[in-house]
Structure formats: C-alpha cells, structure tokens
C-alpha cells in the first residue's frame, strides 16, 4: 500500500514532442504528489506538485494531471527539449509514510 | 525557491572511518529533514527522518548506530556514516521540509560517499 508505481521506466522523445510518465497509487492517505528532475550526480529538484482536490495543475511546459478515483496522476512535458533529458521521479507524501518515490523514468530528448 | 546546500559533494574515506554530511537550509528553518540513500540508476530511499531537537527516526533495516543523525537547528541536520565500509558506498541526499509536517521538501545536491 506504501508503493507508488512509476511507468515508463525510460522514454525517448524528439524534440518539440510531449513527454508523459504515469504514476499509481495505492493508500489514499497520500496528499501531496510533487515530481523532481534529477540530472546525473545531482540531487533531485522540485518540478511541480499538486494536491489531491485539484484535476490538473500547470506550470510552463509542465502539466500535472491527477485522476483522484482512479489514483493516478501523470507528468506531462510539452515542446520537450534536450536539456529536459532527466530522470524524473514521481512521489506521494502523508504525514504518516511521509516521502514514498516512484522508480524514476529516465527521459532521452533527441535533437 | 527554497535552497538546501549539502557538503560535501563527494567524499572518499577509508575503511573503518568516520564521514560526517552536512544538510544546511539556507533561506528557510526546516522544521523537518530527511536523509536519503540512492544507488545507481535507483530511487530514492529515505533513511531517517529528524525534526529539530529530537531523536531520529529511523526507517526499518536502517543501523541507527551506524548512520547517525543529529538537527540540532532549524537549518542544520549531520549524517554521520560510522566505522564506514566499502558497501556503505553510495550517493546520499537530504532535504528539508517547509510547511506542515515538511510536505514541501527540497533536496540538497547530495554526497557521493566512496569507501577504499
């Protein structure tokens, strides 16, 4: 019940395309879901986030879109471009399991 | 936005010593943080999590003599790796949280702890 289900676990984009990974959880307990970039040997950063009574959340190229009955949530990277190429990681927080990451999805934006 | 600075950003020690990791927030008091482990081309897997003037608490197979963590500030939590082993080899992150119980944490840039 503590496991959020990251998927694809890598994708590969063209440039200018819509990058999506999914997300899947199973304890409605989470209320919070942000996603992190994370470029190789650095810590992740905060991308974007949304909370459980919002459907779909935007900023610049980012979209979170959350389905609270089905438990999903998705990130979704309009007019990918090279520098996006990142693993991105999901996560679900509550007070009680606290951070929960997804696997990662390591994104490849070609040229 | 939020920074948290993390030092060092790598470190090599030898078997059998000790390394200490420092999580600072630099514009916020973090009234919670959380120490990380990552292995390569994994997720993240949260360690511990310690609030300001109280005990750690650890997350199940987590050596609490072994990874040591003190917050002994707002802005300042340590992790230090004991009696460190080459399998104690590992990139580890913290972040601190802001908000009610930490929801909106930010991560340092991590440690790439290396142990010959």
């Known amino acids: 019940q503590q496991q959020v289900k990251q998927s694809p676990q890598s994708l590969i984009v063209q440039k200018g395309g819509i990058s999506i990974i999914n997300c899947a959880y199973e304890?409605?307990?989470?209320?919070?879901f942000p996603w992190y970039q994370q470029f190789p040997g650095k810590g992740p950063a905060l991308l974007i986030a949304?909370?459980?009574?919002?459907s779909e959340k935007k900023e610049g190229r980012f979209t979170i879109s959350f389905n609270k009955s089905a438990k999903q949530f998705s990130l979704h990277i309009m007019d990918s471009q090279p520098g996006d190429s990142a693993t991105y990681f999901c996560?679900?927080?509550?007070?009680?399991?606290?951070?929960?990451f997804g696997t990662g999805t390591r994104l490849k934006v070609l040229a | 936005g939020a920074v948290v600075s993390q030092h060092p950003s790598w470190v090599i020690c030898k078997s059998g010593t000790s390394v200490k990791i420092e999580c600072r927030s630099l514009?916020?008091?973090?009234?919670?943080m959380f120490w990380y482990r990552q292995f390569p081309k994994q997720s993240l897997m949260l360690m511990a999590t310690?609030?300001?003037?109280?005990?750690?608490?650890?997350e199940q197979g987590v050596e609490k003599d072994k990874f040591l963590i003190n917050h002994a500030s707002l802005t300042l939590s340590t992790l230090t790796v004991t009696s460190a082993h080459p399998e104690d080899s590992s990139f580890y992150i913290c972040?601190?949280?802001?908000?009610?119980?930490?929801?909106?944490?930010?991560f340092g840039q991590g440690t790439r702890l290396t142990v010959v």
């Open positions: 972040s601190a949280g802001q908000g009610a119980l930490g929801t909106e944490a930010f």
């Open positions: 514009d916020f008091q973090a009234t919670t």
């Open positions: 304890n409605t307990a989470f209320d919070y």
């Open positions: 949304i909370r459980p009574d919002v």
């Open positions: 996560a679900a927080f509550s007070g009680t399991y606290k951070y929960i």
């Open positions: 310690s609030n300001e003037g109280s005990k750690a608490t650890y």
